[in-house]
């Protein structure tokens, strides 16, 4: 196990609805990083959280937005939420130093009907 | 952006024989790469990280070159074992800590 807790692991909501994914990093560390995999493909880079601030972001709209909380947890925030968001919702948890590795959650598998 | 190409198709080897598996990547050189085993359902588990500076890397089994010249990473995993099955991902960095870009993965089915 990682450390990296994440919740829910399932979730099914209705097209326009708002959904809010949560993720606990590994103790120690304080750069959160939340990607999105659609079936059969590569994890894709949403943003990355270091101390309470984004750092960095992919390419993705700005419906899909973030936090990180003191304790270094996080959310994932998706409004509006369309067919195409169904996927595997992955954090990783890393300690912000260059060239470590990244430690990911299992996953909320988010469904869009 | 960074464009990375794993074969996209399975690759089927028998038990004990060495599994090589390919990662291309176009575009900037990444100050490192790493490779990460995913099994269904789960988040992937790093396996190992290998810098620009450096040729190859190796862990037990597992065996990673890098060739920036090529833009090329190899993946060796020798005596392969059923429990070895499971998706390969391959990751570069963007360009910070921590934030990368994944190949697709090459599905690695072992045979008993």
Known sequence: ?113 | SQKIEQNSEALNIQEGKTATLTCNYTNYSPAYLQWYRQDPGRGPVFLLLIRENEKEKRKERLKVTFDTTLKQSLFHITASQPADSATYLCALDMGGFNKFYFGSGTKLNVKP
């Open chain 1, 1 to 113: 196990e990682t450390g990296v807790t994440q919740s829910p692991t399932h979730l099914i909501k209705t097209r326009g609805q708002q959904v809010t994914l949560r993720c606990s990093s590994q103790s120690g560390h304080n750069t959160v990083s939340w990607y999105q995999q659609a079936l059969g493909q590569g994890p894709q880079f949403i943003f990355q959280y270091y101390r309470e601030e984004e750092n960095g972001r992919g390419n993705f709209p700005p419906r899909f937005s973030g936090l990180q909380f003191p304790n270094y947890s996080s959310e994932l925030n998706v409004n509006a939420l369309e067919l195409d968001d169904s996927a595997l919702y992955l954090c990783a948890s890393s300690s912000g130093t260059l060239n470590t590795e990244a430690f990911f959650g299992q996953g909320t598998r988010l469904t869009v009907v």
